[in-house]
């Protein structure tokens, strides 16, 4: 029985990413992706604050709270992984600028593809990670339905317009799916880590990151707010790929906590942003 439930939670991960990669991209079009990554500095600090400063909080976390292995990769491994696919909502929670939080949310998706796996294993150090194997499933299971649904939203926008609905929904059921195999799956594991250092690391981690994004963001509110969630909001599902092929249940179920940890406190986060975003408004 046991088997049959991870056979069913590992094609909820595959159904999900790929889903949800798929429908994100016959929602977009190119333009929308560009049009705001003109502004060269803001697009530097995005990288800044994601690839060097995020990455060296979640090593300099581990070390502090001494994790454990399965902890320590899990907390790293979020850290390495950016462009989440809920950015989006978020922003739109907050107030924010969405066309912004769309560039840049394929912007870091994309610059993760070569960035983990050659970031990854010098930040695990004894840890063994084969760099080609995380390219290879995050570009087929990420990169490659993205640009499929671009295409078709290119070319033919009726269609898209007509099937993004079902692979959205699909992408959310399978999501919906792999929280309730976690949780079956990997209860006890969950209840251990309940008053844990590696839930404290977590939370940190993501409040942070979110005051760190927010604080480069520059001046425009609207700006901020997506700097600031589109740090703290990491990517569970390029996190979940590179888990589930290549570490151990502890990992997965460690992103899965953190994962849920990071919508509890970045949803009330983006709702306050949007009170502070629609005073600024106002009063300008």
């Known amino acids: 029985m046991t088997d049959i439930l991870e056979t069913l939670a590992t094609l909820s991960v595959l159904v999900f990413v790929i ?58 491994l979020l850290a390495t992984a950016g462009g989440a696919p809920f950015l989006p909502k978020l922003v739109d929670v907050a107030k924010g600028n969405i066309a912004f939080s769309v560039g840049l949310m394929v912007l870091l998706m ?19 990670v084969n760099p080609w194997d995380i390219a290879q499933s995050l570009i087929v299971m990420m ?29 959310n059921i399978a999501l919906l799916t792999l929280v309730v195999l976690g949780l079956v799956l990997n209860f006890n594991s969950m209840i251990a880590l309940v008053g844990s250092l590696g839930i404290l690391a977590g939370i940190i981690f993501i409040l942070v990151s979110l005051i760190l994004g927010y604080l480069l963001g520059g001046s425009d509110p609207g700006n901020r707010s997506v700097m600031g969630l589109g740090t703290a909001q990491r990517n569970i599902s390029a996190a979940l790929v590179v888990a589930a092929q290549n570490f151990s249940t502890d990992v997965i179920t460690y992103l899965m906590v953190i994962a849920i940890i990071g919508l509890v406190v970045l949803m009330p986060a983006a709702g306050e942003l949007g009170k502070r975003t629609r005073t600024a408004l106002e009063s300008n």
């Open 143 to 171: 990169l490659i339905p993205l640009a499929i649904g671009l295409f078709i939203k290119a070319r033919y926008e009726e269609a898209a317009l007509k099937i993004q609905p079902t692979f959205g929904m699909a992408s």
């Open 110 to 128: 994309v610059v993760t593809i070569p960035y983990l796996p050659l970031v990854l294993p010098l930040l695990l150090g004894d840890v063994a």
């Open 19 to 76: 889903g949800s990669m798929f429908s994100l991209g016959l929602t977009l079009k190119m333009q929308q992706i560009l049009d705001p990554l003109r502004n060269a500095r803001m697009v530097l600090l995005a990288l800044v604050v994601n690839f060097i400063l995020v990455p060296v909080l979640a090593y300099v976390l581990a070390l502090l709270f001494n994790l454990e292995e399965s902890l320590r990769i899990g907390l790293i």
